[in-house]
């Protein structure tokens, strides 16, 4: 009886520990240069396409649908592209919603999951060093030359480095080599050379509910908040399961409710395309139409 009791005992320790949730694990810690390294491919970000992708790196199960889908209409621009987010009623966090206008950045981030997974880990449990991480990476870059405002960006002198879109509406998505930027120049290098600014991509108003409005994405540096939707963004470790930033213009639609069906053509983009966009050079003449399935 007593063996039995020992048993049952034993049985129940081991339920209990198999059954806590994955949310109640203790939260990740990263070293300051592991911080800058994580960081280091997104730092020159302009500010408020820098503040989404943390954001939308703290919903790592969400990317690679996402990615897939940006891909797939990324021939859609502007009014067309925010009304077939809608009706499509995507299942998404609203903050990986407001990256499907930029189908490059989604495509780098599922390219290295890992990646995006300990990025969005280190948002979530250390909000304030992330962002220390990336004023260090951004002084060393404009340190060293390669920072600097020219007809795409502002790019602020201190003591916390921005760097802003020239016009609010035209969001730019810089392309650099981290081995390169962060460091002192060779010999005869041109280091305005070192990050292109060739690649961007059109917002106006069409994309407004998920943020994308002069000021309502953006940094305090010196309170360490960051404002998504002209909020300030909550979301940590702790309350990671339960917290729902607030988008108040996007439908949520309930877990596991069926989607409609597609009402546009799947097209994923070029290799041509592809490369464009990772290299910074504008992208070359589309040839898609849209066509109804």
Do not use: C
Not at 95 to 106: C, E, R
Not at 154 to 160: A, E, F, T, W
Not at 169 to 195: K, Q, S, T
């Amino acid at each position: 009886m007593q063996r039995m009791r020992n048993t049952l005992a034993a049985l129940a320790i081991l339920a209990g520990t198999v059954a806590v949730p994955m949310f109640a694990q203790a939260p990740p810690s990263f070293a300051p240069a592991q911080l800058d390294q994580l960081v280091a491919r997104i730092a020159l970000y302009p500010d408020p396409l820098l503040a989404q992708v943390l954001a939308a790196a703290t919903y790592p199960n969400d990317i690679p649908a996402a990615a897939q889908w940006a891909d797939q209409h990324h021939y859609l621009t502007g009014q067309a592209l925010a009304n077939a987010i809608n009706e499509d009623q995507l299942p998404w966090d609203p903050s990986v919603q407001a990256l499907l206008p930029f189908p490059s950045v989604l495509d780098m981030m599922n390219a290295d999951m890992n990646w995006t997974t300990e990025l969005g880990n280190a948002f979530l449990a250390q909000q304030q060093d992330v962002m220390d991480a990336a004023q260090r990476q951004r002084a060393m870059a404009q340190r060293y030359g390669y920072l600097r405002s020219n007809g795409q960006i502002l790019v602020s002198s201190g003591p916390y480095i921005t760097i802003m879109p020239v016009n609010p509406g035209f969001i730019v998505v810089p392309y650099y080599d981290p081995a390169v930027v962060f460091f002192a120049p060779r010999r005869g290098f041109a280091v305005a050379l070192g990050i292109r600014f060739g690649y961007g991509v059109t917002l106006g108003g069409f994309f407004a509910p998920w943020g994308w409005t002069t000021g309502a994405i953006r940094f305090d540096w010196g309170a360490h908040a960051v404002f998504l939707n002209n909020a300030r963004w909550g979301r940590t470790w702790a309350n990671r399961a339960v917290y729902a930033h607030p988008y108040a213009a996007i439908h949520r639609p309930a877990p596991g409710i069926a989607r409609p069906a597609e009402a546009h053509a799947l097209v994923a983009r070029s290799e041509a395309e592809r490369n464009a966009a990772r290299q910074g050079k504008p992208a070359p003449r589309e040839t898609h139409k849209e066509e109804r399935r």
